[in-house]
């Protein structure tokens, strides 16, 4: 399907500070919009950034039927842009929309309005080592009806922001701390899904750790309060025994494609993956025992962010506070240099946009 493309008359880039970016509070010059009725998605079509309106009842406000993707193109050396695994997030968008009733989108109308996106916006792509053009799909219900059920209308969007590196102060190991009294996902539910529900009901326990110090809630399983699932918008990975340790994916946790590339990247460097289930207990007796030897995240905003510290129900354990462990410095030395073109792409996870 042919996009149609409206270019904007006034690029707002000589407004931006590429030297102060703040994470996602400038949108680059312009959208991609396609709109869903009577049972099929319309003509998509590219747009100056600007607001949208609707009418109080629209469906999503109500009943949060809203899914979103959040994605990364960076400026490579070789001066093209590229987009990092933007198929894998395509299928988990479909995956998402499934779950909560919404229609799938095709897999070449996603890359297409990706690309042509780029293409018109590519001055807004940071072209800083570790800087990048974050990128935000999302769809919504906007059928204007107050009935609980599926929703007859969606929109789809990608919006794009530019973002400044995660570390430009070196590495900040976070500080984690397991919730009493929340939970996050239960199976059955719709943990596995990029859903807009599930983030704005990990604020108030996310509030509650940073009220104590903590960067972020370690969620715990909903059943047995024991098994330890992911973090804010990471999963998590344990460095011990000699193998790498990961929750496996059990309806609860969100499929990071960082945890992807990460359970390849250390296979292909032979080391043991595990992805199974790992109890919070376990966790502290291998430090006590001395067998913990690097806990961190993985998540697409800081591709590798080493924890610190964590709390679980008043005992604590306190890694390399100050620093990133070697394992997980070697894994984002890799991850980045895949992504910035730097370091052989073995498994065409980047996917180049040639520039007009
Ligand atoms: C809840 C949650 N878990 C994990 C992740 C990491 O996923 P990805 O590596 O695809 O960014 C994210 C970020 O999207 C997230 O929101």
Not at 175 to 197: C, D, H, I, Q
């Amino acid at each position: 399907m042919k996009i149609n493309i409206t270019k904007s008359a006034n690029s707002k880039i000589s407004e931006l500070d590429f030297d102060n970016l703040e994470f996602g509070r400038i949108f680059s010059d312009h959208m991609f919009e396609m709109s869903y009725q009577n049972g099929v998605w319309k003509q998509p079509e590219i747009k100056p950034y600007a607001p949208i309106t609707f009418e109080p009842s629209m469906m999503a406000l109500h009943y949060g039927q809203a899914i979103f993707e959040g994605m990364k193109a960076y400026f490579a050396d070789d001066k093209t842009i590229h987009l990092f695994r933007p198929k894998d997030h395509h299928k988990r968008l479909n995956n998402s929309a499934r779950r909560l009733c919404m229609p799938e989108i095709e897999e070449s109308v996603f890359i297409e309005g990706l690309e042509e996106l780029l293409k018109l916006d590519s001055a807004w792509v940071p072209r800083k080592h570790g800087h990048a053009l974050y990128i935000r799909p999302l769809m919504f219900a906007s059928e204007e009806y107050l009935a609980a059920k599926v929703s007859a209308e969606y929109q789809f969007y990608i919006i794009t922001s530019p973002v400044a590196a995660y570390y430009s102060e070196g590495f900040n190991p976070v500080s984690l701390t397991t919730s009493e009294n929340f939970v996050r996902a239960v199976k059955g539910g719709t943990g596995e899904a990029k859903a807009a529900g599930n983030y704005g009901g990990s604020f108030l326990p996310a509030k509650k750790a940073q009220e104590k110090g903590y960067t972020q809630v370690l969620w715990l399983d909903a059943v047995e309060h024991k098994y330890v699932e992911e973090v804010g918008t990471m999963n998590i990975f344990f460095l011990m025994d000699g193998k790498l340790i990961t929750p496996q994916l059990q309806g609860t946790v969100l499929p990071g494609i960082t945890r992807r590339s990460v359970i390849t990247l250390a296979k292909e460097w032979g080391l043991e993956v595990e992805e199974r289930q790992i109890s919070i207990d376990e966790v502290f007796d291998a430090h006590k025992n001395g067998i913990l030897k690097e806990v961190f995240g993985a998540g697409t905003a800081a591709v590798i962010s080493p924890v610190g510290h964590i709390n679980h129900q008043g005992e604590s354990i306190t890694l390399d506070r100050d620093k990133i462990g070697p394992f997980a410095k070697k894994m984002f030395d890799a991850i980045t240099g895949i992504q910035y073109g730097k370091v052989e792409d073995k498994y065409g996870w980047t996917h180049p946009v040639k520039l007009p």
